[in-house]
């Protein structure tokens, strides 16, 4: 995370503590690493996306923002919140493009863009949450600490500090964690 913890951690402070005007300053303060995440899950969508990084981050900041304050602890516990709602849009997303195909709606891909698809990333990534769904039923933890470090971007240390755990403990859950979706998702 490129933005100085203070700054964040300030402002997420102010907010909770009912200062309505640190709501637009957090969220200016933690905008461009919002919406760097917002572009890294995006890049790695299908071709000819039409959900953008800025529209992302819009829809993640109603998510964050709209409703009362929330008891922030720091910066890594903001980003941490930010990823889960960031995965949530994302799959909504994607289940709602899966319910226009169903529904007789049509994408065009050039023959180069088709080439070689094995599945609609849609429900590649429908099946992740699936999958991480199902992770969090066996081992919640585990599942959070996927959400944090795939969909967040927090490094080892800040998502070991949101859970309260150690940085050796995170990394043992992160292998378990990704063995464990691997097998999940090439099973047929």
Same mark, same amino acid.
């Given at each position: 995370m490129s933005q100085e913890p203070t700054t964040?951690?300030?402002?997420?402070?102010?907010?909770?503590?009912g200062n309505q005007d640190a709501a637009k300053e957090l969220f200016t303060a933690a905008y461009s690493e919002l919406r760097r995440l917002a572009a890294w899950h995006l890049q790695r969508e299908r071709p000819g996306h039409t959900l953008q990084p800025t529209a992302l981050v819009n829809e993640l900041y109603l998510k964050l923002f709209a409703g009362e304050p929330v008891n922030w602890q720091n910066r890594?516990?903001?980003?941490?919140?930010?990823?889960?709602?960031?995965? &949530?849009?994302?799959?909504?997303?994607?289940?709602?493009?899966?319910?226009?195909? &169903?529904?007789?709606?049509?994408?065009?891909?050039?023959?180069?863009?088709?080439?070689?698809l094995a599945s609609p990333l849609e429900e590649d990534l429908i099946a992740l949450?699936?999958?991480?769904? &199902?992770?969090?039923?066996?081992?919640?933890?585990?599942a959070r600490v996927i959400e944090m470090r795939f969909f967040g971007g927090l490094t080892e240390k800040e998502s070991a500090e949101v859970l309260g755990i150690s940085v050796a403990t995170l990394k043992r859950d992160w292998e378990f964690a990704r063995a464990w979706l691997v097998r999940q998702l090439t099973k047929k």
């Open positions: 964040l951690t300030h402002w997420l402070l102010e907010w909770r503590n890594a516990h903001f980003f941490a919140l930010a990823a889960q709602q960031l995965r &949530r849009l994302l799959i909504d997303y994607a289940r709602g493009r899966l319910a226009e195909k &169903r529904e007789g709606g049509y994408v065009r891909l050039s023959l180069t863009e088709a080439n070689g949450d699936q999958a991480l769904c &199902r992770l969090e039923e066996l081992d919640p933890r585990s």
